[in-house]
């Protein structure tokens, strides 16, 4: 069936580094790709999406590329902060949405 | 808004009890959502709805599961007979425009399920 794989399942970096999530997806055709958030405890929240006529967007310190050909995309927080820290899931959509496993971001001080 | 309304925030029963789960979306939203969510597999589409038409169950795990959509403001999950298996948050969702979760999801709060 379809499947959408993310990496790392884990992920430390130094506050005010850079931390990349990478997700790839078996589906062609997918066209909408977003990112979500969830905090401890929390219910997932869209931090930003792509759909596959764009290759890039970004919002302040959050990006979002996309590689149709490779079927691959990326998820990028510049500057990282405490309040970064959470699981990130990526997701990828066509006529059903499939969610990547998650990644928890731990920021350290 | 209220956002997406999900009661209850916690259930426990027992192996074999008949469990409901209730969702109410936002208003005017037109597709719905529920996932299941444990450590070892993630976040799970179980079933989607638009326009109160169930169009994809594929994720419904077994006939123990079933999910309705009377109308436009309610839906529900229902398990039965519950198993220890189950226990998972359950979340319902919500988006307004086409099929499959092609714009934004509004999540609510979950309910946790416990099945001893």
């Known amino acids: 069936g379809e499947n959408v794989e993310q990496h790392p399942s884990t992920l430390s970096v130094q506050e005010g580094d850079s931390a990349v999530i990478k997700c790839t997806y078996s589906?062609?055709?997918?066209?909408?790709f977003p990112w979500y958030k969830q905090e401890l405890g929390k219910r997932p929240q869209l931090i930003i999406d792509?759909?596959?006529?764009?290759g890039e967007k970004k919002d302040q310190r959050i990006a979002v590329t996309l590689n149709k050909t490779a079927k691959h995309f990326s998820l990028h927080i510049t500057e990282t902060q405490p309040e970064d820290s959470a699981v990130y899931f990526c997701a990828a959509s066509s006529d059903k949405i499939i969610f990547g496993k998650g990644t928890r971001l731990h920021i350290l001080p | 808004d209220a956002g997406v309304i999900q009661s209850p925030r916690h259930e426990v029963t027992e192996m074999g009890q008949e469990v409901t789960l209730r969702c109410k979306p936002i208003s005017g939203h037109n597709s719905l959502f529920w996932y299941r969510q444990t450590m070892m597999r993630g976040l799970e589409l179980l079933i989607y709805?638009?326009?109160?038409?169930?169009?994809?169950d594929s994720g419904m795990p077994e006939d123990r599961f079933s999910a309705k959509m009377p109308n436009a403001s309610f839906s529900t999950l229902k398990i039965q007979p519950s198993e220890p298996r189950d226990s998972a948050v359950y979340f319902c969702?919500?988006?307004?425009?086409?099929?499959?979760?092609?714009?934004?999801?509004?999540f609510g709060p979950g309910t946790r399920l416990t099945v001893l």
């Open positions: 589906d062609s055709a997918s066209n909408y």
């Open positions: 709805f638009n326009n109160n038409v169930p169009i994809d």
């Open positions: 969702a919500s988006s307004f425009g086409g099929r499959a979760g092609r714009n934004e999801q509004f």
């Open positions: 792509i759909r596959s006529n764009v």
